[in-house]
């Protein structure tokens, strides 16, 4: 049985996106007006083509769901619609979509009627997390595709008109019928191309070259359930560490120690590390134990088959005259028990990805799979794995100093000599020590956490306002002596700013009435001395 598509544009659009739609056999049933309904529709589907407005937008996709559910809604905007990314995440529609081609609007079509949710919008500024996805090349877009496909439905029906008129019908009524109707079409054919011609070079380039174009932010769930969500930020990860990814993070990383493979397999094999940690969770609930405590107690397991991961377990390489395994080397010799402060607790982003519970986002509880959670659990996500695979890799730098013949396996070309990998595990260690004595205690007394993400092909670092008043409790007497003077910089900043005030306040009465006033009298003096003489001579 097809699935029943409602459909609201202007005529041409709807014209042209119901051929597009019944094109496609007997799946889907393009219907134009609610009255031609057969019941409730599958899937509504909104062409918005006038200029918008964000919050009379959001009140008709309101009163639009309220009115047809439980049929989810497709939202087709056209480049240039002016809303921004902050906007866009916010719309209460399953599907949003800007300047489509056929394709991608059939894909998000399915994908809708299975269950899921789709986004795809230009990115203009970064909406903090997630690697954006360029286009593979130049296609048609969909106004382009419906403007072609208006016209050539007129051009049919003149060509069919026209052969009913060779030889002219001897029924004069029947002839006035058809000469009205091909003076119709050519009209419509007039109002296509002035209303949508221009309207369609701005949907997409015909230019046979290509074109710079921007990132698209673009997250597609084929469910909404917890695997959903996992598969499509696994895929959003897995993207954004192809490539070299360079540190643009401002702070030196371990990790820029590896090769660039090395890195990408690291990275890659937390991730797979993950993977299995969701099922364990899965297989076993345990509801009465937080998802926390047994997250916390499998790190050191996960991140030991991590580095199994990065070095094949029947590598070996020569160590002091014999041959080592590399694998079981390097966890002998690491501490992969420690654990990154900086890190937030996990329970939330847990209790999301295994049982989808709602998520706390900027203040808002939000469903789990709405674009806006799902892009914090990507930047968590995120965060966890840049932090830790940094940990392993300040592990394997500590371990490539004491084996040279490891440094051309696992490293850059340029660490191989002893100073250059020396003078990078010191700035490393000088950066740990100042960031745990100095900036974690101001971002502490701040309620700021710095959060990794992975974003246009780079390691880039995101501010997150958060309280974090039970781990200030928890610093030691150096480290509160930090707080303590900014403290006492914001107590004492008001009665220093009065006094420095006063201060200048004097020195300009100085200077203006007493000193100013004196210089003026022993001008006078002076003149006045000058002007005797002058008479007397």
Not at 44 to 68: C, G, K, M
Not at 111 to 138: N, W
Not at 355 to 364: F, I, S, T, W
Request: aromatic share 4%; proline share 8%; with cysteine.
């Amino acid at each position: 049985m097809s699935s029943q598509l409602l459909l609201f544009a202007e005529p041409l659009l709807r014209d042209g996106l119901a051929r597009l739609l019944t094109a496609q056999g007997s799946l889907y049933t393009a219907v134009e007006s609610p009255q031609q309904l057969k019941g409730l529709p599958q899937l509504v589907i909104w062409q918005v083509n006038s200029p918008i407005n964000p919050p009379l937008l959001a009140q008709e996709l309101q009163s639009l769901q309220e009115r047809w559910r439980p049929a989810p809604l497709l939202l087709l905007l056209p480049t240039g619609h002016g809303l921004n990314n902050e906007v866009l995440l916010q719309l209460p529609a399953a599907g949003v979509l800007e300047a489509p081609n056929p394709q991608e609007l059939l894909e998000a079509v399915a994908t809708l009627l299975a269950g899921g949710r789709v986004l795809a919008v230009a990115m203009g500024e970064p909406p903090g997390i997630g690697s954006p996805i360029p286009p593979t090349g130049p296609t048609l877009g969909l106004g382009q595709w419906l403007l072609i496909s208006g016209l050539q439905q007129i051009d049919a029906d003149i060509d069919a008109i026209r052969r009913l008129l060779t030889p002219p019908p001897t029924n004069l009524v029947q002839l006035l019928v058809l000469q009205g109707r091909l003076r119709e079409l050519a009209a419509a054919r007039q109002l296509l191309l002035l209303l949508w011609g221009p309207a369609s070079m701005a949907w997409s380039s015909p230019a046979p070259t290509p074109q710079p174009s921007q990132p698209v932010l673009a997250i597609t769930l084929q469910q909404r359930s917890a695997d959903g969500i996992w598969r499509a930020i696994r895929e959003r990860l897995e993207a954004g560490t192809e490539g070299a990814l360079n540190n643009q993070s401002g702070q030196l990383l371990a990790l820029e120690g590896l090769s660039g493979e090395r890195r990408r397999d690291l990275l890659r094999a937390l991730l797979h590390q993950v993977e299995e940690l969701r099922q364990r969770f899965l297989a076993d609930p345990a509801p009465l134990q937080p998802l926390q405590e047994r997250w916390e107690r499998w790190q050191p397991e996960l991140r030991q088959q991590a580095l199994r991961s990065l070095v094949n377990p029947y590598v070996q390489l020569p160590r002091e005259g014999s041959l080592e395994p590399v694998a079981e080397s390097l966890i002998r010799s690491s501490d992969l028990v420690s654990r990154d402060p900086e890190l937030p607790d996990a329970q939330a982003m847990l209790a999301s990805l295994v049982r989808a519970q709602p998520l706390l986002v900027d203040g808002q509880l939000l469903a789990a799979d709405e674009p806006r959670a799902v892009l914090h659990l990507e930047l968590l996500l995120a965060n966890w794995l840049v932090r830790t695979a940094d940990l392993v890799s300040a592990e394997v730098l500590a371990s490539c100093g004491s084996w040279p013949e490891l440094r051309r396996y696992l490293l850059q070309p340029d660490l191989l000599a002893t100073r250059n990998l020396e003078r990078l595990r010191n700035q490393l260690n000088a950066q740990q020590r100042w960031s745990s004595w100095v900036l974690r205690p101001i971002n502490l007394y701040e309620s700021r956490r710095q959060l990794f993400c992975l974003r246009d092909g780079a390691i880039r670092c995101q501010e997150l306002t958060e309280p974090r008043d039970g781990e200030l409790r928890q610093l030691g007497w150096l480290q509160q002596l930090v707080t303590l003077s900014l403290e006492t910089r914001d107590a004492l900043a008001p009665q220093v700013q009065g006094l420095l005030k006063g201060l200048g306040d004097l020195v300009v009465l100085l200077l203006t009435r007493v000193l100013g006033r004196a210089i003026g009298l022993v001008g006078r003096g002076i003149a006045q001395g000058m002007g005797r003489s002058l008479s007397r001579s």
